[in-house]
């Protein structure tokens, strides 16, 4: 019950918080093996590293990093991080700049910001990440799925999807896709940024998985491509470092960057000094590309370990075969419910997340989310021997 | 320019940064004395105690730590930060509960998130924090301000706005208040609680500085008088162990604080775990409070020689005598414009805040708001000699 004569804001009309936040309340339950979630690997965070680079920093340049910082970052890793950019993703940094941000999250926070008004159409992939579905929902856009096949999203369906509804933005995970797995093909990269020079949109790419690849190249990002400023990149080091450090950036035109800076002197005044200066020493120091490379075999070795056990799956299931990232999506016959199924998983101490909540207008209940990084290979496979026989069950 | 065919959105009309925040550029400048900005003294800092602090908690529950959190905060830490507020400032937390923030600055975020809709009445005393009005800018409040004198905001003049422009909101400093340094008067503080009951609005109390009192005994909050939810606290770390950790939290309803939670969630997910964790050591250990006690006679040291230092000031100068915080403000006389002065005095190597800034609707050329915290006693000396000469001139 809200106190008496106040009424909250009409932005949270049928906000009701994240399902994959709530799903989380479960899983604290002794036993519980979970697919759902979208964490890295205890083992892959590095808190001896962390630890000796907190207390170098603080004694190094303590006084600095304790003190206010500027919003636009601490300077020692923006400096960092313009050069990591620059070096490993050709990101023009005439054009550009860099924002760090307090975790991808605060990237997308930031840029509905600068651009959304109530009712503005924003195009995102169907499925697509419930986390920034629930974001552009507290700035009240009209989303609008575009369809995406195995290469990631149509281009003629979102050529067609423009002209129809005259998007202020499109919303897009490039690679190893959160929740379905998929990496958007080459080929349809360069059209993507064409297409938002042409028609005057911004493609907010969120790639936050792009270090985590098991077989094949690097792709070249959507930005790589953008001569005019219509593709702002979301990146983060929660994936490759640690997503309790919440450090995150933003690499945009310099006119949409001071915006996202103004935003943000509003929204955290700045993002804490000390966590960027960790990171910056992950950079500095050489550190980054050797842990990379360290954690992949473990994660490569859980996706193969459950994609193995998929196979065993009652017929007429389908999954992808992601060549990186933390997700598979799977695909269960018609009339398959994982959203009713949901409870009896818990109840096996067995979960994952029902695939409706990646869907802007839900349905989809034959399809699921599993993630594999943040279990041990026994867990994958005890978990996933409880889901088949449930899934058995109940088809 | 923007890239073309963007458009940035209505919250972004008529704002264009924290003036603040942009007269932090000029003090990079050799010998200035910086009289602007609201820091701690860089002495006040503790950086070789978070160096330890931050070393051990990674160590000791580093994977955790450095793993996603709950948006709800790091558990340790809402426990030390329970005890710590119904110990020290005997908050209910039955009726209410605790929000770790990243920084006060999202708290306000977070509740303006929750209850405003563009064009809500919001009331703010006058003048007030400029760093907050851009945040209620942003959120598209229509700011009424409200009279104050010496003893803080004046009831009689609250209850008329109350009464003509039925706000959502009244957002007050009540302790040290940030400009005028004035300290909200005890018998004010009940009836403003009552008020807000009474007529369904909410009052944000934003009470950064309250520990940082040089004399005289600590007053109840205003919070401590709400027995409806009526009232929301502010609270923070910044100004008693650093601002660049980006610690702070809400006080608030249940019901309240579960709608910042959700929106939370889309700004930046949770606050670090790192950084609530060396907060908790610091109430865990016992060391906050010495801590306080350390740094406080240093501060009313260089508060107590600024107002000597004014003194000697032109005749009309009028100013306020803080009993805590970090600002002084100045009344210098009509026809006198320290706005325009702003100039000469960076010039001359002395900074100051211009008083216009905090006022809602401009005007109020003739004051200014000086800060102590931040320099050293022969800065002070210097650079109110450098001010006192520049004002004697141009009067």
Redesign the interface.
Known sequence: ????????????DG????AI?EI?KYLAKPGMISFA?G??S?AA????I???L??DV??AD??????????EGYPPFVESLSRYLSDQYGFDLELNGVLPT??S??C??LLL?????PGDAVLVESPTFL?NM??LN?YQARLVPVESDEDGVRLDKLEEAVQKYHP?LFYVIPSFQNPSGRTLAAGRRKPIAQMA?K????VLEDDPYRDLRYTGEHLPTIKSFDT???VAYMGSF?KI??????VGYVVA?K??LR?C???K???????????QAIVDQFLRRGLLEPHIQSILPAYREKMDLMLQELEAFPRGTSFTRPEGGLFIWVEMPEGFNATRLFDRAVEANVAYVPGTHFYPCGGHHHTLRLNFSNSTPEQIREGMGRLRRLFEESL
């Open positions: 019950m809200i106190p008496e004569g106040l009424t909250f804001a009409n932005r949270f906000v009701t918080g994240s936040r989380f979630g964490n890295p205890l965070l590095p808190d001896t962390c630890a000796e907190a207390h603080l004694l303590g006084k600095r990093i304790l003190q206010y910082g500027a919003t307090t975790g999250t605060s997308m926070d910001k600068a651009f959304l008004n986390g629930q974001t507290l202020k020079a028609y005057g949109f911004l005019t400023g219509h929660s470092i640690s997503p309790g450090l919440r035109q006119d949409i915006k800076t103004i935003g002197q509003g929204t955290d005044l700045h993002t804490p000094n000390l966590n």
